[in-house]
T-cell receptor, first 113, second 117 residues
Framework: AQSVTQLGSHVSVSEGALVLLRCNYS??????LFWYVQYPNQGLQLLLK??????LVKGINGFEAEFKKSETSFHLTKPSAHMSDAAEYFC???????????FGAGTRLFVKA | GAGVSQSPRYKVAKRGQDVALRCDPI?????LFWYQQALGQGPEFLTY????????KSGLPSDRFFAERPEGSVSTLKIQRTQQEDSAVYLC???????????????FGPGTRLTVL
C-alpha cells in the first residue's frame, strides 16, 4: 500500500528565505510523485511531478523537488520565499501507470514580511 | 479553455437530507475523479471514472455515497441521508493522459463545501 508523510503541518519562513517542505513516501512499486498547492477556497494546482528520468524536477513559481529513492523522499524547495507563496502544499504519490493518487495531510506555509 | 467547474460551491444540509454535487470536467478529458477533503486533511480518493465507466469506487465510505457519469462528461456525486461526518469539501478532478510523461495530469475544480447540521 502507498502512503505519504509530510513532516510539519505548519512551516513559517521569512520573505526571501529558503523554503523547504518535507515529504516521504512509501510505495511497493516505482512511484509517481507530485506536489500540489492549494490557495484558500480554490482547488489544487499542480506544482510539479516526477515520473521517470531526471530526479531533480522543476516546477512553476520557482519551486523544485528532488526524488531520492534511497531516502524515499521528495522534498519541495524554493530558494527565496515570496509572500504569494503562502498556501497549503500537498505531496502525493501514485503507482506508475496507475490512476489512484494518495495525498499527504498537507503543510501550511506562512511567509513573514 | 475553461477549467473544471463544480456546483454548488457551498451546500448546507440538515442531517438526513439527500444532496447532489455536480462536476463539469474539462472538455475532452476522459478520466474523472472525486475526492473528499476533511478539514485540515489532504484529499482522499473516493471514485474514478473512465468515460462513463466507474472503474474504481473503493474509496466511497458507505453505500450512502453514489456517483455517476452517464454520458462520459458531467458527473454527479450523490449522498443519501447525510450525516455530520459527511461534512467536508468534495473535490472533482479530470485528467488527460500525457503520453510523454506516461501519466495522467489531474486538474482540480474549486470544490463543494458541504456542511451537514
Amino acid at each position: 500500500a502507498q502512503s505519504v508523510t509530510q513532516l510539519g503541518s505548519h512551516v513559517s519562513v521569512s520573505e526571501g528565505a529558503l523554503v523547504l517542505l518535507r515529504c516521504n513516501y512509501s510505495s511497493s512499486v516505482p512511484p509517481y510523485l507530485f506536489w500540489y498547492v492549494q490557495y484558500p477556497n480554490q482547488g489544487l494546482q499542480l506544482l510539479l511531478k516526477y515520473t521517470t528520468g531526471a530526479t531533480l524536477v522543476k516546477g512553476i513559481n520557482g519551486f523544485e523537488a528532488e526524488f531520492k529513492k534511497s531516502e524515499t523522499s521528495f522534498h519541495l524547495t524554493k530558494p527565496s520565499a515570496h509572500m504569494s507563496d503562502a498556501a497549503e502544499y500537498f505531496c502525493a504519490v501514485s503507482e506508475s501507470g496507475g490512476f489512484k493518487t494518495i495525498f499527504g495531510a498537507g503543510t501550511r506555509l506562512f511567509v513573514k514580511a | 479553455g475553461a477549467g473544471v467547474s463544480q456546483s454548488p460551491r457551498y451546500k448546507v444540509a440538515k442531517r438526513g437530507q439527500d444532496v447532489a454535487l455536480r462536476c463539469d470536467p474539462i472538455s475532452g478529458h476522459v478520466s474523472l475523479f472525486w475526492y473528499q477533503q476533511a478539514l485540515g486533511q489532504g484529499p482522499e480518493f473516493l471514485t474514478y471514472f473512465q468515460n462513463e465507466a466507474q472503474l474504481d469506487k473503493s474509496g466511497l465510505p458507505s453505500d450512502r455515497f453514489f456517483a455517476e457519469r452517464p454520458e462520459g462528461s458531467v458527473s454527479t456525486l450523490k449522498i443519501q441521508r447525510t450525516q455530520q461526518e459527511d461534512s467536508a469539501v468534495y473535490l472533482c478532478a479530470s485528467s488527460y493522459y500525457d503520453g510523454l510523461a506516461g501519466t495522467d495530469t489531474q486538474y482540480f475544480g474549486p470544490g463543494t463545501r458541504l456542511t451537514v447540521l
